[in-house]
């Protein structure tokens, strides 16, 4: 069912916005502050998230909001109204050091359903937006996802979490296996844009876990109205408050999947 308009319009304001505040900051510099060793918080992430909740605020005082700095959520415990899931920079570790790898990030979950999705890199003026049913666009023109049919033939992508120090020979030892089969493996620093490039064809694959929902919501309906496939890391229905994303063409997923529970074994 569609819809109404106002609630893409204004997930693509809302992105806008963000990237515009982004970029004001970024140019002059910000503050740091640590949420733990390795996450970062910065000034522009609270100032873009309240610009947010100030938005929703006004248009849809029903709504709930989920973001990540603030941390007061306004959803209900039944999920019987419709929640922006909102990330004001993902990539901030980027921003923080001037790497120019980042973006807002924006789902409208209705129902238990991501249903819209807008992610804004305002560093290459790139806008990706997707309603469920409706296909997924950049800067307005529609995007697929890669023909790749082999993973010695695709580039993948993945993230590392926060707690990456206590955790590196699980986190590298999976790297290292896809290394060995991939034409190529990155690491952006920004789950948000990976999955879009995934949904752009720029990218085959993309895996990581210990994720937000405000991480992987937006760019994985993006994926999935691109023609791609979604799925935990052992299979499962995509869930993204579960905290972990396997994204592909569809082609290769079938393929990460073994990788990986060869890897690890099965994930429920």
């Not at 998230?49 to 603030?70: C, I, K, N, S």
């Not at 979604?230 to 299979?235: A, D, R, V």
Request: aromatic share 8%; hydrophobic share 45%; charged share 20%.
């Amino acid at each position: 069912m569609p819809h109404p308009p106002l609630f893409l319009a204004t997930a693509i304001e809302s992105v806008l916005r963000a990237g515009e505040i982004q970029l004001a900051h970024f140019d002059r510099g910000v503050r740091i502050d640590k949420k733990g060793v390795i996450d970062l918080v910065t000034e522009a992430d609270v100032a873009v998230e309240r610009m947010f909740r100030a938005l929703v605020g006004e248009r849809f005082p029903d709504h709930g909001v989920l973001a990540e700095e603030l941390q007061a959520s306004t959803l209900p415990p039944d999920g019987s109204t419709p929640c922006w899931i909102f990330d004001p920079i993902d990539g901030t570790t980027n921003f923080a050091h001037g790497l120019p790898i980042f973006c807002a990030s924006l789902a409208l979950e209705i129902e238990g359903r991501i249903e819209i999705a807008a992610v804004y890199d305002p560093t290459r003026h790139e806008l990706f937006t997707a309603e469920r049913g409706g296909g997924a666009f950049l800067n307005g023109v529609p995007m697929r996802v890669s023909p790749a049919a082999e993973l010695v033939d695709s580039v993948l992508c993945t993230g590392f979490p926060y707690d990456v120090h206590e955790t590196v020979g699980e986190i590298v030892g999976l790297f290292e296996r896809f290394v060995g089969c991939a034409r190529a493996v990155r690491r952006l620093g920004s789950a948000a844009l990976d999955l879009c490039y995934v949904a752009a064809g720029r990218l085959d694959g993309f895996w990581e876990q210990r994720l937000q929902a405000w991480d992987i919501a937006a760019g994985a309906l993006l994926v999935e109205e691109a023609g791609g496939r979604i799925s935990t890391l052992g299979g499962a229905e995509f869930d993204p408050h579960r905290g972990q994303v396997l994204a592909s063409n569809g082609r290769i997923h079938d393929a990460m999947l073994t990788i990986i529970r060869d890897h690890e074994g099965p994930s429920s």
